[in-house]
């Protein structure tokens, strides 16, 4: 479907800065920053499988669009949330089950790159997909 396929970061703007408003330490945002992340989607209906790969884990998720699901990031934070469809975008709106702080995401194909947006507590980055 429209998002399927392996999806490999090339480029982010601000993350360091959005891994530190998310609490992660020095050491861990600059491994974060430089890491060869790869997603791959696959989409059967409203039905997705995700499988995000780095350095430091590899994390299956499958979910329902509009189902709450719970989910643990790659620093072990951990969330609960639903991804929705608006026209071609995938919207998440996640919340943390630590301090209760909402996480939004979202994912588009954009001049053939995946696009992924990120925002807490008002910080905001990108995270520049291309595709294999």
């Known amino acids: 479907m429209y998002f399927d396929g ?42 997705f499988n995700l499988t995000e790969s780095s350095t430091f884990c590899t994390i299956v998720i499958n979910f329902t669009l509009g189902v709450q699901f719970d989910y643990s990031l790659a620093d072990g934070t951990e969330v609960e949330g639903t991804w929705n469809l608006e026209k071609d975008k995938m919207v998440g709106v996640f919340t943390r089950k630590d301090n209760g702080k909402v996480l939004n995401t979202t994912r588009e194909i954009v001049g053939g790159e995946l696009i992924q947006s990120l925002c807490y507590e008002g910080t905001k980055a990108k995270m520049i997909f291309k595709k294999e």
């Open 6 to 47: 392996t999806w490999t970061v090339d480029c982010n703007e601000n993350y360091e800065k959005f891994l530190e408003t998310m609490g992660l330490d020095a050491i861990k945002r600059k491994l974060a920053a430089h890491d060869p992340m790869k997603i791959t989607i696959k989409q059967n209906g409203n039905k």
